[in-house]
């Protein structure tokens, strides 16, 4: 078994490239995840994140440049590096004509996982997520959340040193991701590295150490939360409603930092919301609403990748 010293990267890849024929989904990127924390990709669809995430996953060849997941190589090592690894998908998974406890007895095996220690685990997995009292209903009567959490339980059937998850928490209501953000929160302070993507910003604030942003195959930022919000966008956000069609041309200048006209609203980037405010009000523009908001990782995703929808 390859052994990763504490200070090398549990994950290293140098010019990573995927290609599908003449299209390149993944662009010669370059990152590094370290022991033990959660890392993120974001980006639009079609960024290549999830091509990526197949890459480190070993589902999906490197077309070039170099990776190694856990010190192996993930095309000569494959099956080894999948017993070392979970992985929650996108979409679930299960096998819905199993209960919930069978579900974690029959994926155990695929393992080579001792029977006694595979009901120790599941027993103590369902009680991890909230699952215990549901354990011999059938699986696919479950709700959202449930199914996610049983999707988590059973990626960590085999006591993975790595866990990739792709978009999580996707379809799910506040409460349910809420729940689920807690049990990744505790699996990190367990020490389990992991790996997400997730198109929800206020998730990758609350769960990454860093992250990456990607657009149009390659990497634009990289950084944790807070210092991708320092670097990119200023600290607060005022967003103007008018009551009329109004045209704001020049009339803003100076009020602020960077200043976006939306269809429905204007957002100005300012260090000091307050007086950001106060000067607009002074200028006696027909306004029908201000709102003062500490700048957000999506204030950061959008200046780098724009509002533009991509196919």
Not at 117 to 140: P, Y
Not at 193 to 204: I, S
Not at 255 to 281: F, K, P
């Amino acid at each position: 078994m390859a052994v990763v010293s504490e200070r090398s990267p549990l994950i290293e890849a140098r010019g990573l490239t995927k290609r599908f024929g003449d299209f390149t989904a993944v662009d010669g990127i370059d990152f590094e995840v370290r022991r033990g924390e959660t890392f993120g990709f974001l980006g639009p669809n079609g960024a290549g994140k999830t091509s990526t995430m197949r890459m480190i996953g070993a589902v999906s060849p490197v077309t070039a440049g170099t990776l190694r997941v856990l010190g192996l190589d993930p095309a000569a090592d494959g099956p080894k590096l999948k017993e070392r690894m979970g992985v929650v998908p996108q979409q679930d998974t299960l096998d819905f004509e199993l209960s919930v406890y069978e579900n974690l007895l029959v994926y155990g095996r695929y393992f080579g996982i001792p029977k006694d220690v595979i009901r120790r685990r599941a027993d103590e997995l369902l009680d991890f997520v909230q699952l215990a009292e549901r354990r011999d209903s059938r699986t696919e009567p479950l709700s959202g959340g449930m199914k996610r959490r049983l999707t988590i339980a059973r990626a960590l059937i085999n006591e993975p040193e790595l866990l990739l998850l792709d978009e999580p928490t996707t379809g799910l209501d506040p409460q349910a991701r809420h729940v689920l953000w807690d049990r990744l929160y505790r699996l990190k302070q367990q020490g389990v590295t992991q790996v997400l993507t997730t198109h929800y910003m206020d998730e990758a604030e609350q769960l990454c150490d860093r992250l990456v942003v990607m657009d149009r195959a390659k990497i634009v930022a990289e950084g944790s939360p807070r210092d991708l919000i320092a670097e990119y966008v200023q600290r607060e956000v005022v967003e103007l409603r008018f009551k009329d069609e109004f045209s704001v041309d020049g009339k803003l200048d100076g009020i602020g930092g960077r200043v976006e006209v939306l269809a429905d609203r204007v957002l100005i980037g300012t260090d000091d919301g307050d007086a950001a405010a106060h000067a607009i009000h002074e200028l006696g523009i027909p306004i029908e609403s201000v709102l003062v908001r500490r700048s957000t990782l999506e204030d950061v995703f959008l200046t780098l990748t724009g509002r533009t929808l991509v196919d």
